[in-house]
């Protein structure tokens, strides 16, 4: 096994249209997803696909840790998993932001337009059928991965570019927010009181 570099937007491997995967057991795929899946956590991340480390092929590797789950029972956890030649369909004309970052944007993050509830397919390492209807993080992972199969990343689905920047001065915007929201609301517990 083996840590793949990764490719950094601005490579052409990340704007095409992948092929489909002809022999979804043969040993080469084997290889590629082990080697995809100790880059996954060695980065660490929750999704990688194909083509992020300069292979354009229809499969990607993703999780969905516990800790990262919403309040919602289709938002199913996930141990690592490979899903090969997958297909995607949007359960609802709705789109929610969803906040995501990319290994191959390092360093940023953005609110995306998500479907909030999809059903995939797609086959494993052995061929056999994978089907989930999804919600929450796991429907916006799964999204994420599948757009690099087409080469779409996701600055190309944006629709407000205010909600663009880079993670550590979100953090920073986000904690800020946070404390002044809790002095307004001691400032207003110690006017209740007097
Ligand atoms: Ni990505």
């Not at 199969?149 to 953090?171: C, S």
Request: with cysteine; proline share 8%.
């Amino acid at each position: 096994m083996a840590v793949l570099k990764i490719a950094r937007m601005g490579h052409p491997v990340l704007l095409r249209r992948c092929d489909p995967v002809a022999d979804p057991g043969a040993p080469e795929i084997r290889r590629l997803v082990a080697d995809m899946m100790e880059t996954m956590e060695d980065a660490p991340g929750v999704g990688l696909a194909a083509p992020q480390v300069h292979v354009p092929l229809r499969l990607f590797v993703f999780r969905v840790p516990g800790a990262r789950r919403e309040d919602d029972p289709e938002d199913l956890p996930q141990s690592n998993t490979v899903l090969i030649n997958p297909e995607i369909a949007f359960l609802t004309e709705e789109r929610v932001l969803r906040w995501e970052g990319c290994l191959s944007i390092p360093g940023l993050r953005a609110a995306v337009p998500r479907a909030p509830r999809i059903r995939y397919r797609g086959v494993d390492l052995e061929g056999n059928p994978i089907e989930r209807v999804v919600s929450g993080f796991h429907a916006g992972v799964v999204q994420h991965e599948y757009d690099h199969l087409d080469g779409i990343l996701y600055p190309m689905r944006m629709q407000d570019f205010r909600l663009f920047g880079f993670t550590e001065e979100l953090h920073r915007a986000a904690e800020a927010q946070a404390q002044a929201q809790a002095q307004a609301q001691a400032q207003r517990q110690t006017g209740s009181d007097a």
